[in-house]
């Protein structure tokens, strides 16, 4: 992504596959059910207008899991001397920094269905409560090594001051 307001630092590191699959995951089970419902009450109103709306849920389904891989390839991280930073965004771009020195905690969490995907979400606490900054997605290892290279950064910025 050639763009003017994002900084090229050294190498941007994307998120693994599995925060994709796993929210494409949880659309199909949204999405099948929501179609067979709306066929089924198609069958039970006998009218053939209704039929038309048997294909709303596959087709809001289909744009749904374009966008999921979409906003899943915007996201991107990047550790720098000085700071963190994370772009997402595919319509409005957002780019956070997060200086080391003002980090308080960095969070690493993963619910049940993430466990089963394998990935974990990174969560950076700073003074300010709008700066928070979130990784989500990130295989495990990946999640543990960035909370201890990031806390021991914090530390050692904070230190000086």
């Known amino acids: 992504m050639a763009d003017a307001q994002i900084p090229d630092p050294a190498p941007w590191q994307v998120l693994p596959p599995q925060l994709r699959r796993l929210r494409r995951t949880v659309l199909l089970a949204v999405t099948v059910p929501a179609t067979v419902l709306t066929a089924v009450i198609t069958v039970m109103l006998d009218d053939w207008p209704w039929l038309l709306l048997t294909a709303i ?27 963190l930073l994370i772009s997402r965004g595919v319509l409005v771009q957002r780019l956070v920094v997060v200086p080391y020195g003002r980090m308080q905690l960095v969070d690493v969490s993963a619910g049940p269905l993430a466990r089963r995907f394998g990935i974990a979400r990174v969560q950076l606490h700073t003074a300010a409560a709008t700066s928070d900054a979130v990784i989500p997605g990130l295989r495990p290892a990946e999640a543990a090594r960035l909370r201890d290279a990031l806390t021991a950064r914090g530390e050692a910025r904070s230190a000086g001051l």
């Open 57 to 83: 849920p596959p087709v809001v389904g289909g744009m749904a899991w374009q966008s999921i891989g979409r906003v899943w390839h915007a996201w991107r991280y990047a550790e720098r001397e000085d700071d």
